[in-house]
């Protein structure tokens, strides 16, 4: 049989690398909440893995939809997907939001300018425009902003947490496909692919 605990540990290594490793395909996930009955997907960031808490993190725009959709109803879903491997990982989550809280101001620290930047627009994320605009200030359009004038993009800066309930691993293989869940990295069950 196959050693899952083995393609699990692999799976999570590989997730570690993708926080920083922006060549690594874990590094951005499609993230999916509900907005009222509706699912809603969007791809974003990883900022974040805890193996051990068995967590996620990434960033948002406290004025974008997705954080009404958590704030109305926090379970959602991070899927990942590593073309090269075949290989996609589906978590089962419950988001905790972390703004203007000691958390989210420990991470904005260490956001980097051109990343601030993309905080400091004054409309909020996903509203119809009557004429186009990057909502971003226009003078940091090829520069990025001093870390004073960054500050400002604090107010809409969100770090969301997601609690992992339940993860789903699915390796594509020509002589057979291999499926298995865990909902706390200890206990393994096989399900069919
Ligand atoms: C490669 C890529 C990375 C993205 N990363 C993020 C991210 O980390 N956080 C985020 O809020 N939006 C990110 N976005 C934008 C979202 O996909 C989405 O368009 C936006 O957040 C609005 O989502 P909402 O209207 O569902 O809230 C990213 C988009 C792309 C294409």
Redesign the pocket.
Known sequence: MHNVEEIYKKELECISDAVKNSKNPYH?FVFSTINNEHP?S????L?GFEPKSFKIY????YR????KDLKDNNCCSALFYDQDRRVQLRFRCQAILHYQDDISKAIWKNTALQSRKCYMGGLN??RKLEEYSPNIPLEYLKTDPDREHSEQGYSNFAHIELKIIELDVLELHHDGHIRFKTDNGIDFYYIAP
């Open positions: 951005t809603e969007r791809t974003v960031v900022r990434f960033n948002a725009d974008s939809p997705k954080i994320p996903s």
